[in-house]
Structures are given as C-alpha cells and as structure tokens.
C-alpha cells in the first residue's frame, strides 16, 4: 500500500475510534486531531513542529512507535496497528475532555497523572479490541517487589521511569476494563475519570492509590 493511502486508511480508523469510544462513554469530541502515519520516508519538518519535539518524534520512528502531543494535539502513528490506534485516540479523549496538564505538578502528582493517562490509553484500546493483551503483566508489581523488578528492568536495559508509568497504567488499565464490562463499574465513574483535570497538590496521587486499592 502507498504511503499516502496508509495515512488515509490510520486517519480515518483513528476517527472511527474516537467516535466509538466517546460514544462508549459518553464523552464530547471537542474537535479532531491532526493525525500523521510516520513511515520512512515522513519528513519531520512537515508537522510544523518545533525542534524540542524532534527528539520524541525520532524515537517514534525508530522504534515504530506512537505518540500524542497534547499541547499540538498531533497524533503520530508508527505502525499501522489497532492497538497504537485506538490507545493514541483514547488518549485524545482524555486530555481534550479532561484539559489535564503534566508540566506543572510535584514527581508524585506528574507520574501519577501519567499512569492514569496510560491507563484510560489502554482502556479505549481495550473497548476497541478486547483481545489486546498487557505485556507487562508477567512481571512483579513494581511497587509491591521493587528490588526483584529493578533486577528485572537492570538486566534488561530498560528506563525504571517508563517501566513505572506503562506498568502500573496498563495494569489499572486492564482491571478497570474487567471491571466496566463485568458492571463492578459504572459508566459514569469512567467518565469522570476522563474529565477529571487531576488539579491540586496529591489530587493526582492520591487518586492513583484509591484506583490501586479500588482495582488491584
Ligand atoms: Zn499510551
């Protein structure tokens, strides 16, 4: 398929899953995002980004990822994948309804605010495709065996920070699904969480640890 065909075919899977989720939910589509498949041959100058998003974009190309830059509200899809798709597009819903922001808050609240947008991203992939599965669950929680999974993380290379966010997120993720299609959970409680803006000295912290002791 022809690169420009493969944008076509991401930008319009990408909007489907939107609406499918927001409907889902109940959730407002304020407006669409600008959604760019990167292939070899994308050039990054044609985002209209500017140079201190390079770094991330680079990443994303290289290892085929995908991204959501929340202020530009671009979406970057590495890989043609219903996965990255609708994970990228709950994000989009998260941000837009909830208008929460990273950059201004404490290392509890920022990484905190981060998990819970992971874990409504794998959310929205689930409802998507609830055949996804969490590649991270085979490992020991982080917070309950720390020493076992900094061995895990040391011995594999990887960044302690990220391993933090994607696990603990996915797995809320996960459970949180489980929980909305069994009916444990309201669809309104799902939907407050999308808009909530997490504002507020431990508001983002202490929410994660209710969502922990709540789910886990
Ligand atoms: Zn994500």
């Given amino acids: 398929m022809r690169a420009s065909q493969l944008q ?5 899977k990408l909007f489907e899953c939107l609406e499918d989720i927001a409907e889902e ?3 407002n589509i304020p407006f669409l995002p600008e959604v760019y498949f990167i292939g070899r041959n994308f050039k990054f100058e044609t985002l209209g980004l500017s140079e201190k998003e390079r770094e991330d ?5 290289k290892g085929r990822q995908s991204i959501f830059f929340h202020k530009q509200k671009i979406i970057l899809i ?13 994000h989009f819903l998260h941000i837009t309804n909830s208008h929460l922001t990273l950059y201004d808050k404490n290392t509890k609240d920022y990484l905190a605010s981060w998990i819970i947008a992971e874990m409504l991203g794998y959310f929205s992939s689930k409802l998507i495709n ?3 599965k969490n590649p991270l669950n085979r490992y020991p929680d982080i917070l309950n065996e720390e020493d076992k999974c900094m061995r895990i993380i040391n011995k594999k290379g990887w960044d302690t920070e990220d ?7 996915y797995n ?24 909530n803006n997490l504002k ?7 929410t994660f640890l209710k969502l922990r002791k709540r789910l886990l």
Avoid: M
């Avoid at 809320?172 to 808009?195: C, D, M, P, Q, W």
């Avoid at 507020?200 to 202490?206: F, L, M, T």
């Fill in 8 to 12: 076509e075919k991401i930008e319009t």
């Fill in 25 to 27: 939910i109940g959730l």
């Fill in 57 to 61: 974009y680079e990443l994303v190309k």
């Fill in 78 to 90: 590495g890989t043609n994948n219903i996965e990255h798709i609708s994970e990228e597009a709950g």
């Fill in 130 to 132: 609830p055949d996804r």
């Fill in 163 to 169: 391993f933090l966010i994607y696990q603990q997120g």
């Fill in 172 to 195: 809320l993720g996960e459970k949180l699904f489980n929980a909305y299609i069994s009916r444990v959970t309201s669809r309104r409680y799902i939907r407050n969480l999308f808009k």
């Fill in 200 to 206: 507020g000295k431990n508001n983002a912290y202490s």
